[in-house]
């Protein structure tokens, strides 16, 4: 997509500058016309999500056991727990 030129900073911030700017860095896949709205949406999410996480491991591959331990509180508060796990 086309990003048109501008002289100031704000016009940098605009809608219509900052639009095409965000839609050439998305994958490929992603600006295809072929997929279906759910499928941008979903792919979107995952892409954003790897770009402010990195990529993601599910804890359960790691965790062996995890053992949920009562802590001693204020029973106004409600009660506190302490969760560990061990790894395999």
Known sequence: ?????????????????ATPII???????????SISRAQFRAGLKTHLFTQAYGAWTPLRTFVEEC?????????KVGPKFQVMCYAR
């Open 1 to 17: 997509m086309l990003v048109p030129s501008t002289r100031t900073l704000l016009g940098r911030w605009s809608f219509q500058v």
């Open 23 to 33: 839609w050439n860095v998305l994958p490929s896949q992603l600006c295809s016309s």
């Open 67 to 75: 053992i949920v331990l009562p802590l001693p509180g204020d029973l």
